[in-house]
């Protein structure tokens, strides 16, 4: 079974610009959850999408946005870039209740330079 | 709201030795609790979880962690760390009622020493 992946794998980018992120969680997952992960920070839950809705939300601007599409890939769209956006941007998939185990993928290196 | 404190932000030991990498949360509700591994340039493994049940859960390559209601704790326990070992410890929880959301603590470096 093949496990989540995300692309791409590294990313570089200038303030101001945007970015759109992918995830293909494992098949027949349908919950697909984003987090952003840095030495200042942590990790931090962004949003959740489970059968194309929204399901949970983090704490984050506006500027973070994301979908599902009926495939159950992912995106995730970070505009008008800032250099505090620099992370590791990891995405977890799982089949979406509250027992079932979440899969991570190996996350996407986003520099803001 | 509901948080996770992982006591030791760095635990260097020898191989062989024992380790308890240490957890608290801090909940009004019942949580599910995890334990995951982030080893350099990759994504996070589940090493083991608490979903109810038996307080004393075990992970396949040793580890093991018991949840204390009282202590609100989670503590991550291997009797015999090898140098594979070496990696990045989160421990993490999620409500019931969060769908998939899970909170992290800040993370454990734990590095195994020849």
């Known amino acids: 079974k093949a496990g989540v992946t995300q692309t791409p794998r590294y990313l570089i980018k200038t303030r101001g610009q945007q970015v759109t992120l992918s995830c293909s969680p494992i098949?027949?997952?349908?919950?697909v959850s984003w987090y952003q992960q840095t030495p200042g920070q942590g990790l931090q839950f962004l949003f959740e999408?489970?059968?194309?809705?929204?399901?949970n939300k983090g704490n984050f601007p506006g500027r973070f946005s994301g979908r599902q599409f009926s495939n159950s890939r992912s995106e995730m769209n970070v505009s008008t870039l800032e250099l505090g956006d620099s992370a590791l941007y990891l995405c977890a998939s799982s089949k979406g209740g509250a027992y079932n185990e979440q899969f991570f993928g190996p996350g996407t290196r986003l520099t803001v330079l | 709201a509901q948080s996770v404190t992982q006591l030791d932000s760095q635990v260097p030991v020898f191989e062989e030795a024992p380790v308890e990498l240490r957890c608290n949360y801090s909940?009004?509700?019942?949580?599910?609790l995890f334990w995951y591994v982030q080893y350099p340039n990759q994504g996070l493994q589940l090493l083991l979880k608490?979903?109810?049940?038996?307080?004393l859960v075990e992970s396949i390559n040793g580890f093991e962690a018991e949840f204390n209601k009282s202590q609100t704790s989670f503590h991550l326990r291997k009797p015999s760390v090898h140098i594979s070992d070496t990696a990045e410890y989160f421990c993490?929880?999620?409500?019931?009622?969060?769908?998939?959301?899970?909170?992290f603590g800040e993370g454990t470096q734990l590095t195994v020493n020849p």
């Open positions: 909940s009004s509700v019942s949580v599910y």
């Open positions: 999408y489970f059968s194309e809705t929204q399901r």
């Open positions: 098949s027949g997952h349908r919950s």
């Open positions: 993490a929880v999620r409500l019931e009622s969060s769908g998939s959301r899970l909170t």
């Open positions: 608490y979903l109810s049940g038996s307080t």
